[in-house]
């Protein structure tokens, strides 16, 4: 009875055509750097829906604005703090009094700004949520692909092995064959986590950006109010 013969996933990398093994180096290192993203957004974006929580229930409790104010000062990492503090930046830097006592068209002028000034801290605080995404896409995208090819290359060794070898038994051919496709296993392993959580990440981050313009209209209307009484 023939001896079955047993090779681990160690065996195969360890005894895989050099360009194949570039190739799942690459892979390996992409994961890594994948799920280090992965790990830091999902802890960085459950620490901005706490405290966009926390702002919105201060906001919708009527707290005051300067005390709302010092609290996002210290928490100016997520979108509805930098939306707001960008706001009071430029309603403090104007003299209200003096606006308010000024016809309609200066009172426009400032909410104009304030708006403008709100959108600029949101796109800046959006952006830097957004950070790392761009890797998760391209990996998700061509990982396979560069699996694929080290998987190519593979195959091609391993029949060339089997030309000069002049020998065609299954035991001669499989090891060569589990290298080339351990190759492809590396990259959908490497390419399905990207994929799966950029699309997670994307729709999360639309749905802050979302909250956030909600929140700088109703920031405006508040300070609206107190402009035009």
Avoid at 4 to 33: E, G, N, R
Avoid at 58 to 80: C, R, W
Avoid at 205 to 211: A, Q, T
Wanted: hydrophobic share 50%.
């Amino acid at each position: 009875m023939d001896k079955q013969i047993s090779i681990s996933i160690i065996d195969l990398i360890v005894q895989a055509d050099v360009i194949v093994k570039i190739v799942m180096a690459i892979l390996a290192v992409a994961s890594i750097w994948s799920w280090t993203i992965i790990f830091e957004k999902i802890i960085k974006l459950k620490i901005v829906e706490i405290r966009s929580n926390k702002l919105e229930s201060m906001f919708e409790k009527n707290v005051g604005l300067d005390q709302i104010y010092k609290i996002a000062k210290s928490t100016s990492e997520h979108p509805l703090a930098a939306t707001f503090l960008s706001c009071m930046m430029e309603w403090k830097s104007n003299n209200i009094k003096q606006i308010m006592q000024e016809d309609s068209a200066k009172k426009q002028s400032l909410k104009d700004r304030l708006y403008s000034a709100m959108q600029i801290g949101s796109n800046r605080s959006i952006s830097d949520l957004e950070s790392g995404l761009g890797f998760l896409a391209i990996i998700g995208s061509s990982a396979p692909f560069i699996g694929l090819f080290g998987t190519v290359w593979g195959i091609m060794v391993s029949f060339q092995g089997i030309a000069i070898a002049k020998n065609t038994s299954l035991a001669v051919v499989a090891p060569g064959i589990a290298e080339a496709l351990l190759a492809t296993g590396i990259g959908l392993f490497a390419a399905i986590p990207g994929v799966f959580f950029y699309n997670i990440f994307a729709n999360k981050i639309n749905k802050i950006s979302e909250r956030t313009n909600n929140f700088s209209m109703q920031i405006l209307n508040l300070l609206s109010k107190e402009l035009d009484n």
